[in-house]
């Protein structure tokens, strides 16, 4: 099960207001863009999302299960952190491989450490996974060995080795050339045909448009608006809506 529930998450660095009362729901099986201007929140969302950040207020949910509450005053340990951000599964911008493991060994190195099972069955499962991102040839080899998009496709195989109830992208292209964006694309796709619930942060309005069951629209740390891909890209509501998809298709 993963059903999300966001309501009134605040976070603040210092005096500057990054996210003003971000609230939404995202239901198992639905992939949610967000798409907004730099500097809108997005990438501080996810962070708070995978408690790489704290919010300073909200709630956080996963089902009836509440792993984040600001309003309750209590500190959750590590212990408790570590265990909310298996919910997660997060795939950077940069990759964030261990240069020093092979492909394999970046893809199995948290299920042995969390001790997910043997290892003969965390290693059969990386290879399916290394398999399903189209890499079974690479599995030996280095992250100094890949191109950036099959970098990218091992660290989506890392996050899904723990078999999150949610997928959280953050720019999953932004690092790659133009022609190494789609095989990345592509995964995403094959993980949306296969019912994987994701959150995915992007700067590409046709993917967004595509894959997305809802769009996000974020602007100055607050949703400014939400709807389907049709609803959003068809008939924005909002006047910020509308110059940033004018401005984003005029760079394409």
Do not use: W
Request: aromatic share 6%; net charge negative.
């Amino acid at each position: 099960m993963a059903n999300l529930h966001i309501k009134d998450i605040y976070k603040n660095f210092g005096k500057t207001e990054v996210l003003k009362g971000i609230s939404f729901t995202l239901n198992e099986g639905e992939v949610v863009s967000i798409i907004g201007s730099s500097g809108s929140g997005k990438t501080t969302l996810l962070r708070c999302l995978n408690f790489l950040e704290t919010p300073d207020r909200g709630v956080i949910s996963i089902d009836d299960k509440v792993l984040f509450d600001g309003d309750a005053n209590i500190k959750l340990d590590d212990d408790e952190i570590r265990e909310n951000r298996l919910h997660f599964g997060l795939v950077f911008q940069s990759f964030n491989l261990f240069p020093q493991y092979s492909v394999l060994e970046n893809v199995t190195l948290a299920p042995k450490l969390l001790k997910k099972g043997t290892n003969e069955d965390i290693e059969q499962k990386a290879k399916q996974l290394i398999e399903q991102v189209g890499l079974t040839e690479k599995a030996d080899s280095y992250p100094c060995q890949l191109s950036g998009g099959q970098q990218q496709r091992v660290a989506i195989a890392r996050a899904l080795a723990l078999n999150p109830d949610i997928l959280c992208f953050d720019e999953p292209t932004s690092a790659l050339d133009p022609e190494l964006t789609g095989e990345v694309l592509r995964v995403i796709k094959e993980l949306k045909i296969a019912g994987r619930t994701m959150i995915v942060v992007t700067h590409e309005m046709e993917f967004a448009k595509n894959v997305s069951d809802k769009i996000i629209f974020m602007a100055d740390g607050i949703i400014e608006e939400i709807g389907t891909p049709q609803e959003i890209f068809e008939n924005p509501k909002s006047e910020k809506t509308k110059h940033f998809l004018q401005n984003s298709l005029e760079r394409i």
